[in-house]
């Protein structure tokens, strides 16, 4: 059998978390569960396999109905997601938005614990295109449509890259782009104030590494640290991190 999608989901785990007790993995680790590979294990196997991890969370990157379908009954969280090519239409579209809605997250909750929702995959990741500025309308839309069919408990938003920052290190210099600070990042931000959700980064701190390795600490990057602090006197905030691996 080749490494699969959920092979090498399991080696990153082992050696990023090497450093953590059982207890604390379970408390703060949730499971990006990929289908991109050959030979992976049918979704009912691969959801044991999770629990077996004790994670609390799992994100997928669609809505497979036989995932979910597995995933009933469990203590998992989940994430699902609306695939990047639907994001266009339903930002002008609220039927269609309903429709998804009613056909992918409907029959599954609450038995299936939908935890949230997300719209689209890293999107402002992609070269300047219109899906940018059709990401918050669509994301509205898919919000009005679960306030609508009854599912207010699920938090809305969508996984952005990193790279939506122009200044990263210190935490305190951080900036958004340029090309998206006005016209996308503002207004989505306005829409998970006011509906109280999150704000979702994917962070590869891997890649930071190797772009400043001279003032990123190796084993920080690889979540193995021991006592090694990053000090910033710019400003203090708190905030909560789900490490997802």
């Given at each position: 059998?080749?490494?699969?999608?959920?092979?090498?989901?399991?080696?990153?785990?082992?050696?990023?978390?090497?450093?953590?007790?059982?207890?604390?993995?379970?408390?703060?680790?949730?499971?990006?569960?990929?289908?991109?590979?050959?030979?992976?294990?049918?979704?009912?196997?691969?959801?044991?396999?999770?629990?077996?991890?004790?994670?609390?969370?799992?994100?997928?990157?669609?809505?497979?109905?036989?995932?979910?379908?597995?995933?009933?009954?469990?203590?998992?969280?989940?994430?699902?997601?609306?695939?990047?090519?639907?994001?266009?239409?339903?930002?002008?579209?609220?039927?269609?938005?309903?429709?998804?809605?009613?056909?992918?997250?409907?029959?599954?909750?609450?038995?299936?614990?939908?935890?949230?929702?997300?719209?689209?995959?890293?999107?402002?990741?992609?070269?300047?295109?219109?899906?940018?500025?059709?990401?918050?309308?669509?994301?509205?839309?898919?919000?009005?449509?679960?306030?609508?069919f009854g599912l207010g408990k699920i938090k809305v938003g969508t996984p952005l890259a990193i790279d939506m920052l122009e200044s990263s290190f210190p935490p305190s210099n951080g900036t958004f782009?340029?090309?998206i600070s006005e016209k996308v990042m503002i207004p989505l931000l306005h829409f998970l104030n006011r509906t109280k959700s999150f704000l979702f980064i994917d962070v590869y701190p891997y890649f930071?590494?190797?772009?400043?390795?001279?003032?990123?600490?190796?084993?920080?990057?690889?979540?193995?640290?021991?006592?090694?602090?990053?000090?910033?006197?710019?400003?203090?905030?708190?905030?909560?991190?789900?490490?997802?691996?």
């Amino acid at each position: 059998m080749k490494m699969g999608c959920l092979s090498t989901l399991l080696l990153l785990f082992s050696l990023a978390f090497a450093s953590f007790s059982s207890a604390e993995i379970s408390s703060q680790v949730g499971i990006c569960y990929g289908q991109l590979g050959n030979n992976l294990p049918i979704p009912k196997n691969s959801v044991d396999l999770i629990k077996g991890l004790k994670a609390k969370r799992v994100k997928i990157y669609d809505t497979n109905p036989q995932i979910l379908e597995a995933l009933k009954g469990t203590n998992l969280q989940v994430s699902v997601m609306v695939p990047n090519e639907l994001i266009n239409n339903i930002s002008t579209n609220q039927t269609l938005a309903d429709q998804w809605v009613k056909n992918n997250a409907v029959p599954f909750y609450p038995h299936t614990m939908i935890r949230y929702l997300l719209v689209g995959n890293e999107i402002l990741s992609s070269p300047p295109n219109l899906t940018w500025f059709n990401l918050v309308p669509a994301i509205r839309k898919i919000r009005f449509s679960v306030k609508k069919f009854g599912l207010g408990k699920i938090k809305v938003g969508t996984p952005l890259a990193i790279d939506m920052l122009e200044s990263s290190f210190p935490p305190s210099n951080g900036t958004f782009r340029s090309d998206i600070s006005e016209k996308v990042m503002i207004p989505l931000l306005h829409f998970l104030n006011r509906t109280k959700s999150f704000l979702f980064i994917d962070v590869y701190p891997y890649f930071a590494w190797a772009a400043q390795p001279t003032v990123i600490n190796l084993d920080y990057a690889l979540l193995d640290s021991k006592n090694i602090t990053v000090s910033d006197p710019g400003r203090v905030c708190f905030i909560r991190i789900y490490w997802i691996k």
